[in-house]
C-alpha cells in the first residue's frame, strides 16, 4: 500500500514473486506479480480495502507479527482476494532470531541493528511465507523434520534443497551450522530457489494445475495418485503442530537431540560476545538485557524441541487405502536418551549463560530466579497430566520408561547443587539446599507413615491429609516430597501415580469443566497388573 517505506519495497515484492517459479511448474506464466499502487494523483479514488485487490497493509504498530489471511468462496474453494497484514515490528522479531540463531557463525549478524540487504532478505522471506498462505497453503510443521540434521551443515545441500522442504514451516535459520561450516545456507532467501521449497512446488502444483478433458471422478483419481507417488518421500511430508515432536515451531532436522546440541554450542558462543554485540558509547544496556533474554528463550526451545519427545506420538496423515499406522509412539531408547539430554543441559544447572558480566549490568536481582524457573517449568512439562496418560498406550507396556529415569535424574542433580558453583560469587546452590535438606528430614519422620498407607486410592486421602500438614509445618517443596513418595512406596502403579500427582502437583486441574481429568485419572484399567520401581 501507499505506506509502506520506499526502502522495504522491492524486497516485499520479491517474497511476492518467489512464488513464479511454483505457479511456471503448474503451468503458469506470471501468475503473481506485484505493483505498486497508484498515486493520488493517478487514482484518487484507489483504496486498499477494494475488493478488486490483493494489498500488502503495512501497519505501524508495536505488534510483531505478521499474517496473510484470505477470502474464499465457501462453495468452490476458490480464493477470491487477500491480503497480508505486515506490521513494522516484525522486523524486531526477524532481528531476534536472525541474531540468536546465525550471531555464532554470520558475521552479519552480531549487530543490533543490521544493514539494509541484510533486514531486506530477511523480510523477503516471511514477505513468501504470508504469500503462501494467501495462496491457500496452511503451516507445515512437520517439513523440516525430513532433512538429516548433519545435512544442514553442507553448503551444496543447503543450497540447493534449504533447511526445510516448505517455506510454510516455522524452521526460520539455520541455528545448526557450526563455524568450520563454510557457505552454508541460513537464510530462505538464500536458496537455489528462494523461499519456495520442493513441498510449496508440489503444493501448488496439485492445487492449481489444470486438468483438462476428464470427468469430475477423473479428476479426483488423479489427484490422489499424485498424493500416493509422493507418500514415502518425506519431503513431501504435511505435519500440522500438536503431540508429534517431528512437527515442532521453531525446530530443524530430524533428531531434536543433534539440532539442539549444536544449537547450544551457538549459544554458548555468542554469551561471551553478548556484550560487544549489543552495546555502543554512549547508550544504556537495554539492548544487552533484552537480547540476553533473547538468548535464553532460544535454549527454551531448544529443551523444548526435546522434552515434546519424551511421550511424544508421531502422526502421519493417511487415507483408508494407505498402510501403515496413523500414529505412532516415540522409541523407548530415544526417549531415554531425551531424558539424559535434559539432565546434562537444564538440570544440571547451566552456568555458561549465567555470565556475572552481563548480570552486573542489567539486573541487580532475578537471574536465579531465571534459571530456577526454566528448570522448573519444564520439570512440570515432563509431569503433565497429558504426557504421562499416553504412556500407557505405548506398546509394549515396558516402553513407559519414563517415571523412574525422571525420579533417579531429580534427586541426582538435587544432590549436585549442594555443591557451590565456583564461578558465582553468590552460589546457586543455595537455592536448593533448604529443599533437600528438608527432604531428608521429613523421609526420616515420614517413613513408617508411607510404608503403612494403603495402596488404594480411595484411603490415600487420610494419610495425605496429614503429610500434606506436615509438609506445611516443615515447608517442604511439593515437588521433591512428590519424587520421594514415588521412590519410596512398597508397590506402586501407574494408578496410584496419577492420583499423587493430582495431590501434589496438580490441584488446580481436577476439574476442567467436564470433568475429563478425574474421570480419566480413576479411570485407568491395567488388568490389576503392578509396575514395580
Given amino acids: 500500500d501507499r505506506g509502506t517505506p520506499e526502502k522495504w519495497k522491492k524486497y516485499l515484492k520479491q517474497g511476492i514473486e518467489d512464488w513464479q517459479v511454483a505457479f511456471e511448474e503448474a503451468g503458469f506464466k506470471n501468475a503473481i506479480i506485484a505493483k505498486d499502487p497508484p498515486t493520488i494523483e493517478e487514482d484518487p479514488n484507489w483504496s486498499p480495502e ?94 523440516s523434520s525430513a532433512i538429516p540434521v548433519d545435512s544442514l551443515r553442507s553448503a551444496s545441500f543447503t543450497k540447493k534443497f534449504g533447511t526445510a522442504p516448505s517455506v510454510m514451516d516455522y524452521a526460520r535459520f539455520n541455528y545448526v551450522a557450526q563455524p568450520e561450516d563454510k557457505n552454508v545456507v541460513l537464510s530462505p532467501s538464500e536458496w537455489e530457489s528462494p523461499n519456495v521449497g520442493v513441498y510449496d512446488k508440489y503444493s501448488v502444483m496439485w492445487g492449481y494445475k489444470p486438468i483438462f478433458d476428464v470427468s469430475e471422478e477423473e479428476e479426483k483419481k488423479i489427484l490422489k495418485s499424485w498424493i500416493v507417488e ?21 525446530d530443524l532436522g530430524d533428531n531434536a537431540i543433534k539440532a539442539s546440541e549444536y544449537g547450544i554450542k551457538n549459544l554458548k558462543r555468542i554469551i561471551p560476545k553478548l556484550i560487544e554485540w549489543t552495546t555502543k558509547d554512549g547508550e544504556n544496556y537495554d539492548e544487552l538485557d533484552y537480547m540476553y533474554g533473547q538468548v535464553l528463550n532460544q535454549f527454551r526451545r531448544y529443551m523444548g524441541h ?56 542489567i539486573e541487580f536481582a532475578g537471574t536465579l530466579n531465571r534459571v530456577r524457573s526454566l528448570q522448573s517449568s519444564y520439570l512440570n512439562r515432563l509431569l503433565d497430566f497429558g504426557r ?24 541426582q542433580t538435587t544432590i549436585k547443587h549442594i555443591k557451590p558453583a565456583p564461578q558465582l560469587s553468590c552460589s546457586y546452590s543455595g537455592e536448593y539446599k533448604p529443599c533437600f535438606l528438608g527432604s531428608i528430614k521429613y523421609q526420616l519422620e515420614l517413613t513408617n507413615i508411607i510404608h503403612k498407607t494403603c495402596l488404594s486410592a480411595l484411603l490415600y486421602v487420610k494419610c495425605l491429609n496429614y503429610i500434606k500438614l506436615i509438609i506445611k509445618i516443615l515447608k517442604i517443596d511439593n515437588m521433591l516430597f512428590f519424587f520421594f513418595l514415588t521412590k519410596n512406596f512398597i508397590i506402586f502403579d501407574l494408578h496410584d501415580f496419577l492420583y499423587l500427582f493430582f495431590i501434589f502437583l496438580r490441584p488446580n ?3 476442567d469443566g467436564n470433568n475429563n481429568y478425574w474421570s480419566i485419572c480413576f479411570g485407568l484399567s491395567f488388568n490389576n497388573s503392578r509396575t514395580y520401581y
Avoid at 390 to 406: D, E, G, I, T
Wanted: overall charge neutral.
Fill in 388 to 411: 504421562i496418560a499416553r504412556m500407557p498406550n505405548s506398546a509394549p507396556m515396558r516402553n513407559l520408561v519414563f517415571l523412574p529415569h525422571n525420579i533417579n535424574l531429580v534427586k
Fill in 230 to 250: 509422493k507418500e514415502d518421500d518425506l519431503m513431501y511430508r504435511f505435519g500440522s503442530s500438536g503431540i508429534d515432536p517431528s512437527s515442532q515451531t521453531e
Fill in 50 to 143: 477494494d475488493v478488486r485487490y490483493s494489498v500488502v497493509r503495512y501497519l505501524a504498530s508495536a505488534t510483531l507479527n505478521a499474517n496473510g489471511p484470505h477470502v474464499s468462496d465457501p462453495r468452490s474453494g476458490e480464493i477470491i482476494e487477500s491480503d497480508i497484514n505486515w506490521y513494522h515490528n516484525v522486523m524486531k522479531l526477524l532481528r531476534n532470531w536472525y541474531f540468536v540463531q546465525t550471531a555464532a557463525v554470520n558475521p552479519e549478524a552480531r549487530s543490533t541493528e543490521f544493514k539494509n540487504e541484510v533486514m531486506g532478505k530477511l523480510i523477503r522471506f516471511v514477505s513468501a511465507h504470508e504469500v503462501g498462505h494467501t495462496i491457500g497453503l496452511p503451516h507445515n510443521m512437520g517439513s
Fill in 306 to 361: 526435546v522434552t515434546n519427545n519424551v511421550g511424544g506420538v508421531y502422526q502421519y496423515y493417511k487415507t483408508a487405502d494407505q498402510k501403515g499406522p496413523v500414529y505412532s509412539h516415540v522409541d523407548k531408547n530415544f526417549q531415554k536418551e531425551c531424558v539424559n539430554f535434559l539432565n546434562h543441559n537444564l538440570f544440571e544447572t547451566p552456568y555458561w549463560m549465567i555470565d556475572k558480566n552481563i548480570i552486573n549490568k
Fill in 509 to 511: 486441574i481436577l476439574n
